[in-house]
Protein backbone atom coordinates (compact mmCIF):
# COMPACT_ATOMS: atom_id res chain seq x y z
CA UNK A 1 0.00 0.00 0.00
CA UNK A 2 2.91 2.11 1.22
CA UNK A 3 4.43 1.55 -2.49
CA UNK A 4 1.36 2.54 -4.39
CA UNK A 5 0.88 5.68 -2.67
CA UNK A 6 4.47 7.04 -3.02
CA UNK A 7 4.37 6.36 -6.52
CA UNK A 8 1.01 8.07 -7.12
CA UNK A 9 2.74 10.67 -5.47
CA UNK A 10 5.15 10.70 -7.89
CA UNK A 11 3.11 10.63 -11.02
CA UNK A 12 0.74 13.48 -9.29
CA UNK A 13 3.52 15.47 -8.67
CA UNK A 14 5.15 14.94 -12.60
CA UNK A 15 2.03 16.15 -14.28
CA UNK A 16 1.53 19.08 -11.83
CA UNK A 17 5.11 20.16 -12.93
CA UNK A 18 4.47 19.94 -16.59
CA UNK A 19 1.06 20.92 -16.69
CA UNK A 20 2.99 24.37 -14.87
CA UNK A 21 5.25 25.03 -17.45
CA UNK A 22 2.87 24.06 -20.43
CA UNK A 23 0.67 26.40 -22.50
CA UNK A 24 -3.11 26.62 -21.46
CA UNK A 25 -5.63 27.99 -24.35
CA UNK A 26 -9.62 28.41 -24.09
CA UNK A 27 -11.60 28.33 -27.22
CA UNK A 28 -15.11 27.66 -29.40
CA UNK A 29 -15.33 25.56 -32.72
CA UNK A 30 -18.40 26.91 -35.39
CA UNK A 31 -18.91 25.45 -38.52
CA UNK A 32 -21.12 23.05 -40.52
CA UNK A 33 -21.12 19.58 -38.96
CA UNK A 34 -22.94 16.61 -40.29
CA UNK A 35 -24.23 12.73 -39.11
CA UNK A 36 -23.01 10.46 -41.75
CA UNK A 37 -24.69 7.17 -42.02
CA UNK A 38 -24.44 4.40 -44.52
CA UNK A 39 -28.08 2.62 -43.70
CA UNK A 40 -29.56 0.34 -46.00
CA UNK A 41 -33.29 0.64 -45.89
CA UNK A 42 -33.71 4.04 -46.91
CA UNK A 43 -31.77 6.81 -48.57
CA UNK A 44 -32.08 10.03 -46.39
CA UNK A 45 -32.09 13.35 -47.46
CA UNK A 46 -30.43 16.04 -44.76
CA UNK A 47 -30.50 19.53 -44.36
CA UNK A 48 -27.27 20.21 -42.44
CA UNK A 49 -27.38 22.20 -39.93
CA UNK A 50 -24.74 24.35 -37.06
CA UNK A 51 -22.06 22.18 -34.58
CA UNK A 52 -20.12 23.87 -32.21
CA UNK A 53 -18.10 23.29 -29.53
CA UNK A 54 -16.25 24.56 -26.52
CA UNK A 55 -12.83 23.72 -25.80
CA UNK A 56 -9.86 24.42 -22.78
CA UNK A 57 -6.55 22.19 -22.56
CA UNK A 58 -2.87 22.76 -22.53
CA UNK A 59 0.13 22.02 -24.76
CA UNK A 60 3.61 20.91 -23.28
CA UNK A 61 6.51 22.18 -25.04
CA UNK A 62 8.85 19.44 -26.35
CA UNK A 63 10.47 21.36 -28.40
CA UNK A 64 10.59 24.98 -29.34
CA UNK A 65 8.70 24.32 -32.37
CA UNK A 66 7.16 21.07 -30.99
CA UNK A 67 4.65 20.73 -28.24
CA UNK A 68 1.92 17.65 -27.18
CA UNK A 69 -1.34 18.97 -26.35
CA UNK A 70 -4.81 17.32 -25.16
CA UNK A 71 -8.22 18.67 -22.49
CA UNK A 72 -11.74 18.77 -22.63
CA UNK A 73 -14.36 19.76 -25.02
CA UNK A 74 -18.19 19.45 -25.23
CA UNK A 75 -19.57 19.06 -28.72
CA UNK A 76 -22.98 19.76 -30.80
CA UNK A 77 -24.51 18.57 -33.52
CA UNK A 78 -27.47 19.60 -35.40
CA UNK A 79 -29.38 18.13 -38.00
CA UNK A 80 -32.74 17.90 -39.67
CA UNK A 81 -33.17 14.30 -41.70
CA UNK A 82 -36.01 13.98 -44.32
CA UNK A 83 -37.14 10.12 -45.92
CA UNK A 84 -36.68 10.62 -49.51
CA UNK A 85 -39.15 7.96 -50.78
CA UNK A 86 -41.34 7.31 -47.95
CA UNK A 87 -44.21 5.92 -49.75
CA UNK A 88 -42.13 2.92 -50.02
CA UNK A 89 -43.02 0.55 -46.78
CA UNK A 90 -40.06 -0.88 -44.56
CA UNK A 91 -40.67 -3.69 -43.52
CA UNK A 92 -39.30 -5.35 -39.48
CA UNK A 93 -40.08 -8.24 -37.56
CA UNK A 94 -42.42 -8.00 -34.61
CA UNK A 95 -44.43 -10.05 -32.52
CA UNK A 96 -47.79 -9.46 -31.13
CA UNK A 97 -49.02 -9.83 -27.40
CA UNK A 98 -50.33 -13.56 -28.03
CA UNK A 99 -47.00 -14.33 -28.82
CA UNK A 100 -47.10 -14.56 -32.68
CA UNK A 101 -44.56 -12.74 -35.00
CA UNK A 102 -45.55 -11.15 -38.03
CA UNK A 103 -43.94 -8.50 -40.60
CA UNK A 104 -44.51 -5.29 -39.92
CA UNK A 105 -45.14 -2.63 -42.61
CA UNK A 106 -44.71 1.25 -42.09
CA UNK A 107 -45.42 3.87 -44.71
CA UNK A 108 -45.23 7.60 -44.02
CA UNK A 109 -45.78 10.99 -45.89
CA UNK A 110 -43.10 14.06 -45.18
CA UNK A 111 -41.45 12.43 -42.37
CA UNK A 112 -38.76 14.54 -40.87
CA UNK A 113 -36.22 13.43 -37.95
CA UNK A 114 -34.62 16.41 -35.86
CA UNK A 115 -31.25 15.35 -34.47
CA UNK A 116 -29.56 16.67 -31.74
CA UNK A 117 -26.41 14.97 -30.88
CA UNK A 118 -24.53 16.06 -27.68
CA UNK A 119 -20.43 14.30 -27.06
CA UNK A 120 -17.62 14.67 -24.49
CA UNK A 121 -14.71 15.11 -26.61
CA UNK A 122 -11.17 14.12 -24.94
CA UNK A 123 -8.13 15.20 -27.95
CA UNK A 124 -4.44 14.22 -27.43
CA UNK A 125 -2.75 16.06 -30.54
CA UNK A 126 0.93 17.08 -31.81
CA UNK A 127 1.83 20.51 -32.41
CA UNK A 128 3.97 22.21 -34.76
CA UNK A 129 4.75 25.88 -34.57
CA UNK A 130 7.26 28.61 -36.23
CA UNK A 131 7.61 31.98 -35.63
CA UNK A 132 6.76 33.97 -39.54
CA UNK A 133 6.93 37.27 -38.11
CA UNK A 134 7.03 39.83 -35.41
CA UNK A 135 4.51 38.31 -32.32
CA UNK A 136 3.21 35.92 -35.32
CA UNK A 137 3.49 32.30 -35.15
CA UNK A 138 2.14 29.24 -37.78
CA UNK A 139 0.58 26.45 -36.06
CA UNK A 140 -0.71 23.17 -36.99
CA UNK A 141 -2.20 20.42 -35.12
CA UNK A 142 -2.42 17.02 -35.88
CA UNK A 143 -4.28 14.28 -33.44
CA UNK A 144 -7.11 12.18 -32.49
CA UNK A 145 -9.82 12.93 -30.22
CA UNK A 146 -12.06 10.30 -28.31
CA UNK A 147 -15.72 11.06 -29.42
CA UNK A 148 -18.35 10.12 -26.48
CA UNK A 149 -21.85 11.17 -26.97
CA UNK A 150 -23.26 11.98 -23.87
CA UNK A 151 -27.03 12.08 -25.63
CA UNK A 152 -28.71 12.05 -29.45
CA UNK A 153 -32.02 12.87 -30.02
CA UNK A 154 -34.48 12.64 -32.17
CA UNK A 155 -38.03 14.44 -32.83
CA UNK A 156 -39.95 12.67 -35.10
CA UNK A 157 -42.57 13.95 -37.25
CA UNK A 158 -45.19 12.80 -40.21
CA UNK A 159 -48.15 14.35 -41.84
CA UNK A 160 -49.50 10.55 -41.81
CA UNK A 161 -48.15 7.26 -40.93
CA UNK A 162 -49.81 3.83 -41.63
CA UNK A 163 -48.68 0.83 -40.07
CA UNK A 164 -50.27 -2.61 -41.13
CA UNK A 165 -49.30 -6.82 -40.55
CA UNK A 166 -48.82 -9.72 -42.56
CA UNK A 167 -48.89 -12.95 -40.53
CA UNK A 168 -46.97 -15.40 -42.88
CA UNK A 169 -47.89 -18.69 -40.91
CA UNK A 170 -51.18 -18.13 -42.03
CA UNK A 171 -51.30 -15.46 -44.56
CA UNK A 172 -53.02 -12.82 -42.96
CA UNK A 173 -53.10 -9.46 -43.79
CA UNK A 174 -54.32 -6.75 -41.45
CA UNK A 175 -54.54 -2.97 -42.43
CA UNK A 176 -57.41 -1.67 -40.31
CA UNK A 177 -57.23 -2.72 -37.00
CA UNK A 178 -56.42 0.50 -34.70
CA UNK A 179 -56.61 -1.86 -31.29
CA UNK A 180 -54.12 -3.48 -32.28
CA UNK A 181 -51.79 -1.11 -33.70
CA UNK A 182 -52.85 -1.53 -37.41
CA UNK A 183 -54.05 1.07 -39.37
CA UNK A 184 -53.51 5.02 -39.86
CA UNK A 185 -52.79 8.23 -37.85
CA UNK A 186 -52.47 11.85 -39.24
CA UNK A 187 -50.09 14.30 -37.73
CA UNK A 188 -47.54 11.61 -36.19
CA UNK A 189 -44.92 13.44 -33.36
CA UNK A 190 -42.90 11.93 -30.90
CA UNK A 191 -39.48 12.35 -29.01
CA UNK A 192 -36.87 9.47 -28.90
CA UNK A 193 -33.23 8.94 -28.33
CA UNK A 194 -30.51 6.06 -30.04
CA UNK A 195 -28.36 4.08 -28.11
CA UNK A 196 -24.80 5.13 -28.46
CA UNK A 197 -21.20 4.30 -28.04
CA UNK A 198 -17.79 6.09 -27.68
CA UNK A 199 -15.29 5.83 -31.09
CA UNK A 200 -12.02 7.88 -31.72
CA UNK A 201 -11.78 10.59 -34.52
CA UNK A 202 -9.54 12.24 -35.99
CA UNK A 203 -8.16 15.96 -35.73
CA UNK A 204 -6.28 18.58 -38.18
CA UNK A 205 -5.99 22.05 -37.83
CA UNK A 206 -4.35 24.81 -39.27
CA UNK A 207 -3.89 28.03 -37.73
CA UNK A 208 -2.44 31.41 -36.55
CA UNK A 209 -1.28 32.60 -33.32
CA UNK A 210 -0.96 36.45 -32.68
CA UNK A 211 0.38 37.40 -29.43
CA UNK A 212 -1.83 40.22 -28.01
CA UNK A 213 0.57 41.19 -24.71
CA UNK A 214 3.32 38.80 -22.99
CA UNK A 215 1.18 36.94 -21.07
CA UNK A 216 -2.15 35.94 -24.03
CA UNK A 217 -2.29 35.68 -27.88
CA UNK A 218 -5.20 34.77 -30.16
CA UNK A 219 -5.53 31.69 -31.46
CA UNK A 220 -7.31 31.18 -34.98
CA UNK A 221 -7.62 28.46 -37.28
CA UNK A 222 -9.53 26.16 -39.88
CA UNK A 223 -10.42 22.65 -38.74
CA UNK A 224 -11.59 19.35 -40.09
CA UNK A 225 -12.68 16.16 -37.88
CA UNK A 226 -13.59 12.95 -38.99
CA UNK A 227 -15.04 9.99 -36.66
CA UNK A 228 -13.62 6.41 -37.85
CA UNK A 229 -16.09 4.28 -35.97
CA UNK A 230 -19.93 4.28 -35.28
CA UNK A 231 -21.27 5.79 -32.77
CA UNK A 232 -24.53 3.91 -32.69
CA UNK A 233 -24.70 0.73 -30.27
CA UNK A 234 -27.42 -1.68 -31.57
CA UNK A 235 -27.55 -5.45 -31.57
CA UNK A 236 -30.72 -5.58 -33.48
CA UNK A 237 -32.89 -3.98 -36.20
CA UNK A 238 -35.81 -1.37 -35.64
CA UNK A 239 -38.79 0.06 -37.26
CA UNK A 240 -38.01 3.60 -37.63
CA UNK A 241 -41.85 4.12 -36.03
CA UNK A 242 -42.25 1.68 -33.41
CA UNK A 243 -45.23 -1.20 -32.85
CA UNK A 244 -47.79 -0.36 -30.56
CA UNK A 245 -49.42 -2.82 -29.70
CA UNK A 246 -53.16 -1.30 -28.18
CA UNK A 247 -53.34 1.55 -30.48
CA UNK A 248 -52.50 3.23 -33.46
CA UNK A 249 -51.40 6.50 -31.37
CA UNK A 250 -48.04 6.88 -29.28
CA UNK A 251 -45.76 5.23 -31.51
CA UNK A 252 -42.14 5.23 -30.32
CA UNK A 253 -39.80 7.11 -32.10
CA UNK A 254 -36.78 4.81 -32.96
CA UNK A 255 -35.60 7.13 -35.49
CA UNK A 256 -34.35 6.17 -39.42
CA UNK A 257 -30.62 4.71 -38.33
CA UNK A 258 -32.52 2.43 -36.04
CA UNK A 259 -33.17 0.06 -39.26
CA UNK A 260 -30.09 -1.04 -39.66
CA UNK A 261 -27.96 -2.21 -36.69
CA UNK A 262 -24.89 -2.28 -38.86
CA UNK A 263 -25.08 0.95 -39.74
CA UNK A 264 -22.11 2.81 -39.52
CA UNK A 265 -23.14 6.45 -37.97
CA UNK A 266 -20.43 9.21 -37.94
CA UNK A 267 -20.16 12.36 -36.99
CA UNK A 268 -17.66 14.93 -39.61
CA UNK A 269 -17.27 18.89 -39.52
CA UNK A 270 -15.59 21.82 -40.28
CA UNK A 271 -15.05 25.09 -39.67
CA UNK A 272 -13.24 27.67 -37.94
CA UNK A 273 -11.65 28.04 -34.59
CA UNK A 274 -11.07 30.63 -32.07
CA UNK A 275 -9.25 30.77 -28.87
CA UNK A 276 -7.45 32.40 -25.90
CA UNK A 277 -3.92 30.88 -25.05
CA UNK A 278 -2.02 32.03 -21.77
CA UNK A 279 1.50 31.96 -21.73
Not at 11 to 39: E, P, R
Request: net charge neutral.
Amino acid sequence: MKFNIKHALGITVLLCSQAMVAQFYVGVQTGIGHIKNDIKAATPGYQIQHSGAVKAGYIYSITNHFGIGTGLEFSQYKQNVTLNNSSEALTNFEVDPAGSAFIYNITTSNYREEQTLHAIQIPLFLQYKTNIAKGVDFNFRAGAKYFLPVDYKIKSSAAFVNGTAYYPDVNLYIDDLPEYGFGGQGNYSASGEYNTKGTIMASYELGFTFDINKNNALYTAIFVENAYGTILDQNEDKSYIGYNSTSVNDRKANGLYSTDKDAKIRPVAFGLTFGWNFK
